[in-house]
């Protein structure tokens, strides 16, 4: 850090001066507010270190004007034991700390380190903040698709084949796992197809007993069954001029299977109940997650109905071959729930995005927004989480392709221990977490591929 010290005794600004340094920080010593003033005007500061007592302005009114004009650097001010009150004052005046008079060294050092990690943890916030900021602006999105949230290549992969089965009559048919944006998906098609202004019909298949979904999709006649009082349009009718959304598809029995091919087939249906032939000009769009090769073997699905379906299939990955858009989700949601990364401690962060969410895109929404409501107004942190099983290891899944003319692991590791290290801006304990390694191991490689001076990281603590 960029340290400048202010004390009117010159020793004891030279003795602590000499210390930070020796900690590898750059000072600059100066021996009254005024010349103190003078440098701020000059030069920034990441922190500076000042006496309360001395030459105007004194400490205090240091720290005022510091906050006014230069709200990026930190406040230290250090304090003989009579002038306790004014140590409260300062720390009601937006000082980070204070040390008290006679100052220990090893406490000033410990002291300085923890503004060191501050500067850490915000610069590694503001430099997120940039990264999902240029993203999203070139994820652009086209008319109808602009909500959607996702550079993997999977993911892009399928928001191109929907873009473009979006401007034709195709039926469609959305797989994945529950949570991963079917419903999303099926409704951007919609509004990005030419029936924009019709309507768009939802049917959960799934969720409607086999008796009901009949009359429920294709309407009934007076008397049809019990019940029945009066002529009923179904959601086919209701669609007309728009699109219907078929979701959960794998769940419809056989019956209604058959008639389900009949619409495809003839855009033509009867009425429960009735004998006249009904059409419908819509355009269809089906989900489900099951698995419908395995429901076909299992006789429990018509593989006829399944070659209907499957004309266009747009695969939705699951949100674990697409950690690398776990920030960007992030910074979303909170956002969706009005809050903001900045009041996400970094340690929150780490976890939420170390996560393997099983439930997909939906339990992270969920969960965001419960973390949102459980702080309420106070910076989120490590007692707003509950425990969250951490990805990696065995289970982890990144999102990446191995090149089609091979590579080689270890330059490989290479190339990302250097990432990690840049990424940390040169922080080797923060690059270790980045990789998953103990600050001893990430050193012991960085010697084996010769990135490290000999005996570098002998020294120092395990983390
Ligand atoms: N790519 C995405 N970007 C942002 N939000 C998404 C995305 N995909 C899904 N969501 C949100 O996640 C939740 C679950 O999506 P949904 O479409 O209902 O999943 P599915 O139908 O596959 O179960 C919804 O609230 C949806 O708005
Ligand atoms: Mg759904």
């Not at 105007?56 to 230069?70: C, F, Q, S, W």
């Not at 406040?75 to 008079?101: E, P, R, S, W, Y």
């Not at 989480?385 to 191995?402: H, N, Q, T, V």
């Not at 490989?412 to 250097?418: C, P, Q």
Request: overall charge negative; some cysteine.
């Amino acid at each position: 850090m960029k340290i400048l010290l202010v004390d009117d005794e010159p020793r004891l600004a030279r003795l602590l001066g000499d210390t930070l340094s020796e900690e590898g920080h750059d000072l600059v010593l100066r021996h009254s507010g005024s010349e103190a003033v003078e440098v701020l005007e000059k030069e920034r500061f990441d922190l500076l270190l000042t006496d309360l007592k001395m030459p105007p302005p004194d400490g205090l009114a240091l720290l005022k004007i510091v906050k006014e004009r230069y709200p990026r650097t930190e406040v230290i001010v250090m304090t003989a034991f009579a002038t306790v009150a004014a140590a409260v004052q300062a720390m009601k005046d937006g000082a980070f700390d204070f040390l008290n008079k006679p100052i220990e060294l090893d406490e000033l050092r410990i002291r300085v380190r923890k503004v060191g990690s501050k500067l850490e943890d915000r610069s590694e916030r503001e430099r997120l903040a940039v990264e999902n900021e240029s993203l999203r602006k070139t994820l652009g999105g086209a008319p109808g698709f602009e909500g959607l949230i996702g550079q993997a290549p999977t993911f892009q992969k399928a928001l191109a084949l929907a873009e473009r089965v979006a401007q034709t009559d195709a039926t469609v048919l959305l797989r994945g796992e529950s949570g991963t944006g079917k419903d999303v998906v099926a409704r951007s098609i919609h509004v990005a197809s030419g029936r924009s202004r019709g309507p768009f019909v939802k049917v959960n298949c799934g969720a409607i007993p086999e008796q009901l979904l009949e009359s429920e999709l294709f309407g009934h006649k007076k008397g049809a069954f019990t019940g029945a009082i009066a002529d009923r349009p179904g959601r086919f009718s209701l669609a007309h001029g728009g699109t219907i959304f078929l979701d959960e598809i794998g769940d419809i029995a056989g019956a209604l299977q058959v008639k389900i091919l009949q619409v495809l087939e003839e855009k033509s249906f009867v009425p429960v109940g009735g004998t006249e032939t009904l059409q419908s000009d819509c355009r269809i769009v089906t989900a489900t997650n099951r698995n419908l090769e395995e429901a076909i073997a299992k006789k429990e699905f018509r593989e006829d109905l399944f070659y209907r379906l499957n004309v266009f299939p747009i695969h939705l990955p699951p949100l674990r071959e697409r950690a690398g858009d776990l920030p960007l989700l992030l910074d979303f949601f909170l956002k969706q729930f009005g809050s903001d990364i900045s009041r996400v401690a970094p340690e929150v962060r780490r976890r939420l995005l170390g996560y393997s969410y099983p439930g997909n895109i939906r339990e992270m929404q969920n969960l965001i927004e419960r973390i949102v409501i459980t702080a309420g107004p106070d910076p989120i942190g490590a007692e707003h989480i509950p425990e969250l099983k951490e990805r990696g290891g065995a289970g982890g899944s990144y999102d990446f392709e191995i090149p089609p003319g091979g590579l080689v692991l270890e330059d490989l590791e290479k190339d990302l221990i250097l990432k990690a290290i840049a990424r940390s801006q040169g922080n080797k304990s923060q690059a270790a977490r980045l990789l998953g390694l103990t600050r001893r191991t990430l050193y012991s490689r960085l010697e084996r591929y010769g990135l490290a001076p000999a005996g570098e990281g002998d020294e120092g603590v395990e983390e």
